[in-house]
């Protein structure tokens, strides 16, 4: 990073860096024989050894045996204090008492009735109710099921075939606008835009504008980065949309917990379609898709029957009484937007790491949900981020791991209501004392 003394040279701080990354996986190696062995059974079974890319990281990643509250135990014994919270998707922590005991009692009635249950009802109305622009929902059992429903929706809706998106945005495992590797995406015609920049969705909308079906959007790119979207641009797209009949998706699998209303709460913003999943579901697999009635009367097979969209665990009984409580009473409004204050407290008090040493180190992003970067310019669009120090990002999530912090290793960090503001103080000064100690290997500005 940079310093009051000459930068090494790149080959100087790459030896320092390597070296540090080995004294790192080592002592990371030496204290989890369990998970290393267990990652090396799971290979025989699961390519990878796993059923979940996003969760693998080098040399092996940890196997966690047990939850509770904020904190995670690993096989080899160790306590982590948990910052990622499944990436989001653990809000309520991992073993709250109100959900287990709802779940509990939901499942003595049976486990799969294979028929509309009670909960369904009751978590559609809280859907609805808290985010107004959803007049109808329906559910499913991921986000990534949620966004191809609604893409699908807006494209029976419209008659129209293209999709519009942002390069570096993640809508669920099929529907990928990144270019990490052989990223899969469901064979749409997508056209693509750079997030945070009017002129170039205006120019597409111009040329294309009449077989657009949809912009799908999240008003602020979680995996790619915790990126807000400017209220302008966002703006700007809703203008747009209602001028060239296109429909207005907003993803708010990851933003919808950003204020209780969702971010679309927020900005002042009603788009056509939203898309839900995680924390919805109380803990438990959880899609959503839901919008105006004009679009969503596609599914109502009492009347018109369009689009049949079926799916076995819809409504399953586990997520839809998890959700009921979980969703419905305890994240009220109030508890939400505390804990994005909290959010936005920690993720100040982390800024100010980088700032006070003048070195290339931010955390990006809103409320309770915000990402590490090694990187000193800003940050509008995930393309920005090309120049960030993957390598040091490394190096920090082995490092949090070995000092019993659980992030995610992409910089990922989501808060979760059983936190408290000691786990925040710690770690705080944990990642003061890293940047503390390998300021001098940055290399970006
Ligand atoms: N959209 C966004 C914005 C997401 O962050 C994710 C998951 N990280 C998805 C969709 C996909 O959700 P799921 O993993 O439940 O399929």
């Given amino acids: 990073m940079a310093t009051d003394r000459a930068d090494p040279q790149p080959t100087e701080r790459n030896r320092l860096l390597s070296d540090a990354m080995a004294a790192a996986v080592h002592r990371y190696s030496v204290a989890n024989p369990k998970s290393r062995q267990l990652h090396k059974e799971a290979c025989q079974w699961m390519p990878g050894g796993n059923t979940r890319t996003g969760l693998y990281y080098a040399p092996f990643p940890l196997t966690m045996v047990r939850g509770a509250g904020a904190s995670l135990w690993d096989a080899d014994g160790h306590r982590y204090i948990d910052f990622v919270s499944d990436f989001s998707a ?70 129209r075939n293209k999709v519009l998106g942002f390069r570096g945005a993640y809508h669920g495992s099929l529907f990928t606008l990144q270019d990490a590797g052989r990223a899969l995406r469901m064979p749409f015609e997508v056209l693509l835009a750079r997030y945070n920049l009017v002129e170039e969705v205006d120019e597409l909308v111009e040329r294309h504008g009449t077989d657009l079906a949809a912009i799908i959007v999240e008003p602020m790119i979680g995996n790619g980065g915790c990126i807000p979207g400017t209220p302008d641009f966002l703006l700007a797209l809703r203008r747009l949309t209602e001028k060239h009949g296109i429909v207005l998706i907003f993803d708010e699998v990851i933003t919808s917990r950003l204020s209780p209303g969702g971010l679309q709460q927020k900005l002042a913003i009603k788009p056509d379609i939203t898309t839900l999943g ?168």
Avoid: W
Wanted: net charge neutral; aromatic share 8%.
């Fill in 90 to 159: 653990g809000i309520f922590g991992h073993s709250n008492a109100v959900i287990r005991a709802a779940v509990t009692e939901a499942l003595a009635s049976g486990m799969s009735l294979g028929a509309p249950n009670r909960y369904e009802r009751e978590l559609a109305e809280l859907v609805c109710r808290r985010f107004p622009s959803i007049e109808s929902v329906r559910f499913c059992n991921s986000g990534t099921e949620a966004n191809l429903l609604a893409l699908c929706a807006a494209r029976t809706a419209t008659n």
């Fill in 278 to 445: 995680k924390y919805i579901g109380g803990g438990f697999s959880f899609g959503a898709f839901g919008g105006s009635h004009r679009i969503m009367k596609q599914f109502d097979q009492c009347h018109t029957s369009v689009i049949a969209h079926s799916g076995t665990f819809n409504n399953n009984v586990a997520s839809m009484a998890a959700g009921v409580v979980g969703f419905g009473q305890i994240l009220s409004p109030d508890v939400l937007m505390d804990l994005n204050a909290a959010g936005d407290v920690l993720r100040s008090r982390l800024q100010r790491v980088g700032q006070e040493r003048g070195v290339p180190f931010q955390v990006s992003g809103l409320g309770s949900v915000m990402n590490i970067h090694f990187y000193m310019g800003d940050i509008n669009a995930p393309e920005d981020l090309a120049g960030a120090d993957r390598e040091l990002l490394r190096l920090l999530h082995l490092e949090l791991l070995n000092s019993g912090f659980h992030i995610a290793s992409r910089g990922l960090v989501a808060l979760s209501l059983p936190l408290t503001k000691t786990d925040l103080d710690a770690f705080v000064s944990t990642i003061e004392r890293f940047v503390d100690d390998h300021k001098d290997l940055g290399n970006s500005r």
